[in-house]
């Protein structure tokens, strides 16, 4: 009797005749289509048997007839497929969920961790999209992040980026470090929100770009221009030029944003000498709202070529599962800004308040030369609701999708494209 699942009569004669063209030296081209039958008829019976075995495995084993017992007595292999599989999209599906301390277990996690950067001697700082959602900014991978939401094929928004300001947690970062207990601040982020916390631009490596600063590389150094307003409006992977030009040489600006699939080369805002220098010396890392699916492609900030016993300690503050999480030496399920408050007061030390009056884009910014007003449409930064033109006054933060920029075409880009019917 043939087997279950096995090939018909007809499928059995066609595959000897193609295995005896095959070896007379060639095949004609009713052989050739007679082959291809066989390896479709294959590949459908395949795809049966792992619908019948995957239907079966969803049932409980106690609802499972002898038959369906028999056919996954048979099915080994596949059965051992699918469970792997199951338990793989498991594990993925932990990954995504956001976990939190509970409140008694995260007061003793912050007291270890305040013991750690008093104790520190050279404390670098990491930080990731997770510190700027309280500032309204999406992050990337959370429940609500824009590449969570891509993946479902749900459209992604923005609040309008001109309106955000510093957290918390980037005023707190400010504090520590003018108190010598941060040494330096590595940021995948692109929001120019540590330079406008008042953190010196020596202190911060901005890895991924700044979107306030726009450079001209044909002057040597480079020639930066710091905006108060989104440089990158015409901006996307792989072309950077905004439109505007130097104002010594004349030559084409560009934004200094690194994209998904792009190499950062400038030397500012990256900053990678002095990111790469901080990690070489840091004896402890403190990282803030990031997944670390990104940072940890970069084996300079993580001392891998020192043994395990010589590198800096790891401290992790995230909702999420990181690729670090076996590496650290604490992991802290929270808000960023709920962690830092916490850590600030154990440490003894204020919070400084924000204030847009005293930001530092303002003393570091270049305005644009006559005839350059129209370059932009974004809104520009002031120092008060008083000097924003008329129709921005007490403006509600826009839900619009930010078309184009590095939010914008940097989203849309990951987009999949629907089929045409």
Not at 143 to 168: H, I
Not at 287 to 301: D, E, I, T
Request: aromatic content about 4%; hydrophobic content about 30%; glycine content about 8%.
């Amino acid at each position: 009797m043939r087997p279950e699942g096995g090939l018909p009569c007809k499928a059995e004669a066609e595959e000897q005749v193609s295995r005896g063209a095959m070896a007379a030296g060639g095949l004609s081209r009713s052989e050739r289509k007679a082959a291809e039958r066989v390896r479709r008829l294959r590949e459908e019976q395949q795809r049966e048997r792992l619908r019948q075995v995957s239907r079966i495995l969803r049932k409980a084993a106690a609802e499972r007839s002898a038959e369906e017992g028999r056919l996954l007595a048979e099915s080994a292999d596949l059965v051992t497929e699918l469970q792997g599989r199951s338990r793989r999209r498991e594990g993925l599906k932990r990954r995504q969920e956001e976990v939190c301390d509970d409140p008694e277990e995260l007061r003793g996690k912050v007291r270890e961790l305040a013991s750690a950067v008093r104790n520190a001697k050279y404390l670098v700082v990491y930080t990731g999209a997770g510190i700027s959602t309280a500032a309204s900014i999406p992050d990337y991978r959370g429940p609500n992040g824009v590449w969570t939401l891509l993946q479902k094929g749900r459209s992604v928004s923005a609040a309008d980026l001109s309106e955000a300001e510093p957290t918390l947690t980037h005023m707190s970062i400010t504090r520590l470090h003018e108190q010598k207990l941060v040494q330096h601040v590595v940021s995948q982020n692109c929001d120019g929100l540590h330079l406008r916390s008042g953190l010196p631009r020596t202190a911060i490596s901005e890895l991924h770009g700044n979107m306030y600063i726009e450079v001209c590389t044909s002057c040597v150094p480079n020639r930066e221009y710091v905006r108060v307003f989104d440089v990158t409006e015409r901006t996307a992977l792989h072309r950077h030029q905004t439109g505007r030009t130097c104002h010594k040489c004349g030559t084409q600006l560009r934004d200094t944003i690194v994209h998904f699939g792009e190499r950062g080369t400038l030397g500012q805002p990256l900053n990678w000498e002095a990111a790469t220098e901080a990690a070489s010396r840091a004896d402890t890392i403190l990282c803030l709202g990031s997944s670390l699916k990104v940072l940890k492609k970069y084996p300079h900030l993580w001392c891998m070529t020192k043994p395990p016993s010589r590198r800096p300690k790891l401290y992790i503050v995230n909702l999420q599962w990181t690729p670090k999480d076996d590496w650290a030496a604490l992991k802290l399920h929270g808000k960023c800004d709920d962690v830092m408050r916490l850590l600030m007061a154990e440490l003894g030390l204020e919070i400084p308040a924000y204030s847009r009056c005293q930001d530092p884009i303002f003393s570091l910014a270049t305005p644009l030369r006559a005839g350059e007003e129209g370059s932009h449409s974004r809104k520009s930064l002031c120092r008060s609701r008083e000097e924003a033109p008329p129709g921005d006054r007490g403006a509600p933060l826009s839900s619009a999708p930010i078309l184009g920029g590095w939010f914008g075409r940097g989203c849309t880009k990951r987009t999949k494209r629907k089929k045409v019917t």
